[in-house]
């Protein structure tokens, strides 16, 4: 039987993001961010709170990603804004009304969200911390149960294999899915890789996949046809007939 799937509950300071990024050569993605996530769980809130005239360049990608923007206007006279408040209320509300929220995740480094993080752990609930290194207080990456830092997203090698080059290109990139899909359940210490978990999260990844759109009539096959090309091994759980993944084989690295 599949694992119960996480869900997840994602608030943004995303001045705090910002922040960090003042120096830093490269812009802000957050299909980067949700890349990791998704491995996860399932993300069932997106909400992001800055003052938005001042990030408009980036208020497009946000849309695109269906995050909710709250905009926290600027304060006159203290030039501060209380998106840390208002972050942490809706959390707190979410926490107590939607109990089937199990993981939420703190998009910032601000120390001052160390607080919040005590209370929805004292409430049962996982916390996941996500920053950037030089904007991130030790006071709150300590505090989660997880932090990841923003620079090591993306940078994990790609899965490679012996002939995966040599795989037609459209079934090519359905293969470095599955891959990349695999690399981070393994990451994630999933104790079982149930074909309907790898599936679950390769849509999540890239919500349009179907099989079907490279040829395979199932999932199945799919995995099949990785095993028959020495990606992966699979094994056939005894009690429900399904494929359960049981690793890259010796030849595939990452």
Request: proline share 2%; net charge neutral.
């Amino acid at each position: 039987m599949a694992e119960a799937e996480n869900t997840l509950a994602v608030f943004i300071d995303f001045e705090n993001l910002a922040l960090g990024f003042k120096h830093s050569k490269e812009d802000f993605d957050f299909h980067r961010v949700l890349e990791r996530l998704v491995e996860k769980g399932k993300v069932i809130v997106k909400v992001a709170y800055a003052d938005w005239s001042r990030y408009a360049k980036y208020k497009q990608q946000l849309h695109e990603a269906a995050i909710e923007l709250i905009e926290i206007p600027k304060r006159s006279m203290t030039g501060k804004n209380s998106a840390d408040i208002h972050l942490s209320v809706d959390a707190m509300d979410l926490c107590y009304s939607k109990a089937h929220i199990d993981t939420f995740v703190i998009v910032s480094g601000d120390s001052d969200f160390s607080p919040l993080v005590s209370k929805l752990k004292a409430n049962g609930k996982r916390v996941i911390g996500l920053g950037m290194k030089d904007s991130t207080s030790t006071l709150l990456s300590d505090n989660c149960d997880e932090f990841i830092f923003y620079e090591t997203l993306g940078k994990q090698e790609r899965i490679t294999a012996p002939g995966v080059r040599d795989i037609p290109k459209e079934k090519r990139e359905v293969f470095e899915l599955l891959f990349d899909t695999i690399a981070g359940l393994i990451r994630e210490n999933k104790e079982i890789l149930w074909s309907s978990m790898v599936k679950d999260t390769m849509k999540r990844k890239r919500p349009a996949f179907s099989e079907r759109a490279y040829g395979y009539r199932t999932f199945s096959d799919l995995l099949e046809d990785a095993q028959k090309q020495g990606f992966i091994d699979l094994r056939t759980d005894p009690t429900s007939g399904t494929y359960v993944v049981v690793g890259f084989t010796k030849g595939t690295r990452g």
